[in-house]
């Protein structure tokens, strides 16, 4: 549908300059979730699965079709499920770091532990 | 249609890009995550119309569905914080797998003499997603400790796998040449799989995050080349941001650890050298100071500053929350607290802070390394819990070391230090670290979590 091999070319050279172009300005904590959240996105092949398995009619293309279908979803729900999870935490933290640093009196006796 | 389409897929491209760019600051990221997930959805709904369904292929679909979904799901949402490196080794490893099997569908259905530009792209997908799927397998059971994390290596290895190698490009020139001859594509797709295994073996459990990293950019290759082949938009697009990224954040992490990318691939870090054991058994007849949970307790209580540097020690004895709660009964006696995060502490970069903030340790604690480094010369106390390679002073000081050249944490310049581990074993470099038979330092044997407890207590009654 987008046609021709130059057209795809365009596409893949320049998504390479933009794939360095954002990720270069990530800072190292977040790293680990980056990783996890790109990791998510190539799960897009799940796209390129179903277009094989929607058309499955013989016993080959149906077992490539249902694996590579499982596979991918895998890929794509564990990945954003997991990058979620690690996410989540840097929100709650956030709220956390409301107290002062370094303010030795702070009253946090009665924060509660755990 | 096909518009309306194409815009969807330029739509989903966008949420992609835009998604990378929130992932970038703590504030924004979960939503990037968010904003990703939302593209997917309208990459894959753009998809539906271009379905021809046999029954067969609506069933199949259902049920891979389904079962994805749950795995993903289960699995995403049990896993243990300290696990996630291997999780996302075995999240990638599928992708990689679904990437070579989609190509491997592809190139049947091309039959006999398909163009190039359409063959060499799958033969290209079905090589590199295997590589991809088999040796994110091997980082997932050498992080999981279903075998050993330490190279494993045999003389001519190299040019075993060079020949492995070289036997993978003249195969996929003859399933160019010929092509659609079923067996060549197996062929082609077990020889990757072995090479997959082959080339993650020698290289050692410290550094499988950049391996992760690497395989991670390899499976969004995979996926943009399988893209070329089916003249889809999204998944060159999506593909090949992951393969942009994914090889930069590889360079930032090897990067980290003041090496080469050549080097952790090919340099079989870790093992245990003939010269190292030898040292460690020097190691043993030199002596270390260790001291009770009540002296290092008195010690912490009545310090001014303590600076906790916490290791993946502290997260394999899930040692986090112990971590937190000494550190706020210091601060109720009037001691400054902070963390100093090395960069590769625990497994992965950022690894660390995702786990102190599972134990809600408030962000401004959290200091990198060129933040705190000056620090530490007017700390009383570096609290170093479960680390060890990031301390090594022989990084900075012996030029023969494996280490040598790692920026390091300048735990050593601390006015005293409190070294707890488990036992007198070397980290993950397989070296010996001089900073534990120091003047200055104090070990403390024992888990990382019963050692924090009993530090609690210790102090609390001090």
């Given at each position: 549908m987008t046609g021709g091999l130059l057209n795809q070319l365009t596409f893949f050279v320049l998504a390479v300059f933009v794939g360095f172009e954002v990720i270069s300005k990530v800072p190292t904590i977040l790293h680990t979730p980056l990783m996890s959240g790109t990791n998510a996105i190539h799960g897009i092949i799940l796209v390129?699965?179903?277009?094989?398995?929607?058309?499955?009619?013989?016993?080959?293309?149906?077992?490539?079709?249902?694996?590579?279908?499982?596979?991918?979803?895998?890929?794509?729900?564990?990945g954003f499920v997991v990058t979620d999870r690690m996410l989540e935490m840097f929100k709650g933290r956030q709220t956390a770091g409301a107290r002062a640093p370094g303010a030795p009196n702070n009253k946090v006796a009665s924060e509660p532990k755990k | 249609m096909?518009?309306?389409?194409?815009?969807?897929?330029?739509?989903?491209?966008?949420?992609?890009?835009l998604g990378l760019k929130q992932l970038s600051s703590p504030k924004g990221a979960r939503n990037g995550?968010?904003?990703?997930a939302l593209g997917m959805v309208v990459a894959l709904a753009a998809t539906l119309p271009l379905l021809h369904f046999t029954r067969t292929g609506i069933t199949i679909i259902a049920i891979g569905v389904a079962i994805g979904t749950v795995v993903g799901v289960v699995g995403a949402r049990l896993v243990r914080m300290t696990a996630i490196p291997q999780m996302v080794a075995l999240f990638n490893g599928v992708g990689g797998g679904a990437a070579a099997l989609v190509a491997v569908a592809e190139l049947l259905k091309l039959g006999d003499h398909p163009a190039l530009s359409l063959a060499f792209p799958s033969v290209f997908s079905i090589v590199i997603g295997s590589v991809s799927f088999a040796g994110s397998m091997v980082a997932f059971a050498k992080l999981q400790e279903l075998m050993t994390g330490t190279p494993i290596t045999y003389r001519g290895q190299q040019i075993v796998n060079l020949l492995l190698a070289a036997a993978i490009v003249g195969f996929a020139i003859a399933v160019l040449a010929i092509a659609s001859i079923p067996f060549s594509f197996i062929s082609l797709m077990v020889l990757a799989l072995i090479l997959g295994v082959a080339f993650v073996l020698p290289i050692g459990g410290a550094d499988m995050p950049v391996v992760i990293s690497l395989l991670n950019a390899c499976t969004g290759l995979a996926v943009a080349a399988s893209g070329f082949t089916l003249d889809n938009f999204a998944l060159i697009v999506a593909g090949t941001l992951v393969g942009a990224s994914g090889s930069l954040l590889t360079?930032?992490?090897?990067?980290?650890?003041?090496r080469s990318l050549g080097n952790i691939l090919f340099g079989a870090f870790g093992q245990i050298h003939a010269g190292a054991t030898a040292a460690g058994g020097g190691a043993q007849s030199r002596s270390v100071r260790s001291a009770s949970a009540e002296?290092?307790?008195t010690l912490l209580a009545y310090s001014q500053r303590v600076i906790i540097v916490p290791g993946y020690g502290l997260a394999v004895a899930q040692a986090q929350h112990a971590a937190r709660e000494l550190a706020d009964v210091l601060e109720?006696?009037?001691v400054d607290v902070e963390y100093a995060i090395h960069p590769v502490a625990g497994r992965m970069p950022g690894h660390m802070n995702v786990l102190l903030a599972e134990a809600n340790v408030p962000y401004e604690q959290l200091k990198e390394m060129d933040q705190v480094?000056?620090?530490?010369?007017?700390?009383?106390?570096?609290l170093i819990v479960g680390a060890n390679d990031v301390v090594n002073p022989a990084a900075r000081s012996t030029p023969g070391s494996p280490i040598y050249g790692m920026p390091i944490l300048n735990a050593d310049q601390a006015k005293n230090i409190i070294f707890m581990k488990r036992s007198m074993r070397p980290g993950f470099a397989g070296i010996d670290n001089d900073l534990m038979f120091g003047p200055k330092t104090v070990m403390f044997f024992g888990d990382a979590k019963d050692s924090l407890t009993k530090l609690v207590a210790a102090v609390k009654a001090a």
């Open positions: 390129g699965a179903i277009l094989i398995a929607a058309g499955a009619n013989s016993p080959v293309t149906t077992v490539l079709g249902l694996v590579a279908v499982t596979l991918a979803t895998t890929n794509v729900v564990g | 096909t518009i309306a389409i194409t815009l969807a897929y330029l739509l989903a491209a966008v949420l992609f890009i995550n968010f904003t990703a360079k930032l992490m090897s990067d980290a650890m003041g002296d290092l307790g109720r006696r009037g480094n000056d620090d530490f010369k007017n700390a009383d106390v570096a």
